[in-house]
């Protein structure tokens, strides 16, 4: 499965983005990560691919919601009320769509996901 990402750029704090990423293959789930510089990369928002469940880091919780396009196989995240600590490469991640759909709780852990696309930078400015 192949993952292309895109929509970052620079935003000024409090404004918007929205980040989508297109599989080339089935999967049971996708999510986002983000890695900032100087620090690892950590979850931000995932899904199962069948709409049964989405997670979200406490610190997106309320300005951030992940979706999904069954059609277009792809899944996006829009991105409000952004603040300068959002700035990070955001990387999209699929788990293989001939594995189980993880549990709710599990879809945080990044070796839930098989596969990783190649990151879209996204910069807020104060």
């Known amino acids: 499965v192949q993952l292309q990402a895109s929509g970052g750029g620079l935003v000024q704090a409090g404004g918007s983005l929205r980040l989508s990423c297109a599989a080339s293959g089935r999967s049971t789930a996708m999510g986002w990560f983000r890695q900032a510089p100087g620090k690892d990369r950590e979850f931000v928002a995932a899904?199962?691919?069948?709409?049964?469940?989405?997670r979200y880091a406490d610190s997106v919780k309320g300005r951030f919601t992940i979706s999904r396009d069954r059609s277009e196989n792809s899944v996006y995240l829009e991105m409000n009320r952004l603040v300068p600590e959002d700035t990070a490469v955001y990387y999209c991640?699929?788990?293989?769509?001939?594995?189980?759909?993880?549990?709710?709780?599990?879809?945080?852990?990044?070796?839930?996901?098989?596969?990783w696309g190649q990151g879209t930078q996204v910069t807020v400015s104060s």
């Open positions: 899904l199962r691919w069948n709409g049964s469940g989405t």
């Open positions: 991640a699929a788990r293989d769509g001939s594995k189980n759909y993880p549990i709710t709780s599990q879809l945080q852990n990044q070796d839930v996901y098989d596969y």
